[in-house]
């Protein structure tokens, strides 16, 4: 305390008047100065014995994860049925609709080696490829295939105990809604415990 008040009333010369005053503007900035911080930073002000401010900041410490990135598995069991009848049908010389159900079967069997559902943190993207390559836009509705769970108004899954299909309406590409179906040539199981976390539940019950 002495020395304090010693600072006050002893005169300095002019090179220790500019050390003082270098001393006390220090003593401003840290009490009476603005603080910058960050929005992770919580700000606290005290009164100082000396009528300024002191400016506590703590970091929140709380972290935001992200969720995984999920790709269902690929199913081959719809293309090998399809093939399968087409088979039968064959084999009974029933050649006409054999035709169109094994061709149907074989472009499955294809896109099942191929399209991949990936779902990252936010949206649900189309991918094809073991490299996961875009599969650039919809050559139905237009637009990327691409699209944010929050955009969802709802989907289903048919049928639970053996999916066939799946459907969703989403509102990012229509303003009125869009509605997709995509046949279920992945993990139904893996795809609608995802559907679910991701885009909430649905009216249908989870595969067996």
């Known amino acids: 305390m002495a ?3 010693l600072l006050t009333a002893a005169p300095f010369a002019p090179s220790q ?5 270098g001393l006390m503007g220090r003593l401003r900035t840290s009490f009476h100065g603005r603080v910058g911080c ?7 002000e005290f009164s100082s014995p000396r009528g300024g401010k002191i400016v506590v900041a703590s970091v929140l410490g709380r972290k935001v994860q992200k969720k995984e990135t999920v790709i269902p ?5 719809i293309p090998i049925v399809l093939l399968g009848i087409a088979g039968g049908l064959a084999y009974t010389d029933n050649l006409l609709p054999a035709a169109p159900v094994g061709l149907l079967g074989l472009l499955l069997l294809f896109q099942t ?3 991949r559902f990936v779902f990252d943190d936010e949206a649900l993207e189309v991918k094809v490829g073991d490299q996961l390559e875009d ?3 919809n050559v139905f509705v237009g637009g ?3 699209w944010k769970y929050s955009t969802f108004v709802n989907w289903e899954l048919w049928w639970p105990n053996f999916p066939i299909l799946v459907y969703f309406k989403e509102t990012q590409t229509r303003p009125e809604g869009q509605v997709h179906f995509f046949p279920v040539i992945f993990n139904g199981k893996q795809l609608y415990d995802v559907m679910v976390e991701r885009a909430g539940p649905s009216k ?3 595969p067996k």
């Open 38 to 44: 960050k929005r992770s930073f919580l700000r606290r």
């Open 3 to 5: 020395s304090g008040f």
């Open 135 to 137: 599969s650039g836009e």
């Open 113 to 115: 080696t191929r399209v």
């Open 17 to 21: 008047r500019n050390e003082v005053s």
């Open 144 to 146: 990327k295939n691409r």
């Open 204 to 206: 249908t019950s989870g």
């Open 73 to 77: 598995d690929p199913d081959y069991r």
